[in-house]
């Protein structure tokens, strides 16, 4: 197919673990960040200008503050993806890739890959538009332990604070702590000692309860609860944690 000779990738790179991880999983094609307005934006914003100053594959930040009013108490932004989908296509990519590893919000499941794929294909025959999430069937601690220590260490960010120094509260925080354990990688912040396993895995919801219920209110129906990670990956950062 002519398509796949004339393949351009670009990863819509968050600056997050997930999204660092998938850039390095392909090979470092081409990358794009959004500056989405949100609390974090500032420190994921610094963190991409930095990396880019060493490969320079990395397009200029794309401005999209305006959404920053969208943004909801959960960091939720409605139809953020599909916008950053169809510009960095409109830039001159061909195809799109997420990270999504399991995820929960509907704007990067399956079907929103496919039917934003189809839609392009729509409006563009020819273009051979492909929005894709090559890694949804690894976990987090997966994706992190098949990347370099260094490169997330020094340019990975995952809290929603958006402090400098990640709170270690908020559910990104958490998320981020429990799947760096799980991969035998040292955390980005500590969770506090003396936490009963409950606790420790509702480390992944956050403190605040917004967080829980929006993400519940969004879920596909029928999904199954919110697992960012497999069962064994959860006992195995128990483990680590309980030792430390
Ligand atoms: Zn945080």
């Given at each position: 197919m002519a398509d796949a000779a004339q393949r351009k990738t670009v990863v819509l790179l968050s600056m997050g673990y997930d999204s660092l991880s998938t850039w390095h999983q392909l090979g470092r094609p081409s990358a794009v960040h959004f500056d989405v307005g949100s609390r974090y934006a500032a420190a994921e914003k610094a963190r991409y200008e930095r990396l880019r100053a060493s490969f320079p594959q990395l397009l200029p930040v794309q401005d999209l503050r305006w959404l920053g009013d969208k943004e909801?108490?959960?960091a939720w932004v409605p139809l953020r993806n599909l916008l950053m989908t169809v510009q960095a296509a409109a830039l001159g990519f061909n195809d799109i890739v997420m990270s999504a590893p399991a995820d929960w919000a509907a704007d990067k499941r399956l079907m929103f890959t496919l039917t934003a794929t189809l839609a392009m294909r729509v409006a563009q025959p020819g273009g051979g538009y492909r929005v894709r999430r090559?890694?949804?069937?690894?976990t987090k601690a997966r994706l992190i332990a098949a990347t370099p220590t260094a490169l997330l260490e020094e340019f990975a960010y995952s809290c929603?604070?958006?402090?400098?120094?990640?709170?270690?509260?908020?559910t990104a925080c958490g998320r981020a702590a429990i799947a760096h354990l799980a991969a035998g990688r040292k955390p980005p912040t500590k969770p506090r000692p003396g936490l009963s396993f409950r606790e420790f895995t509702d480390l992944r919801r956050g403190e605040s309860n917004g967080g829980r219920l929006g993400e519940r209110a969004r879920m596909h129906p029928g999904a199954l609860p919110y697992l960012p990670l497999r069962g064994w990956e959860l006992l195995r950062a128990w483990n680590v944690y309980r030792k430390s």
């Open positions: 909801q108490d959960d090559p890694f949804s069937h690894w929603y604070q958006g402090e400098e120094v990640p709170c270690g509260r908020c």
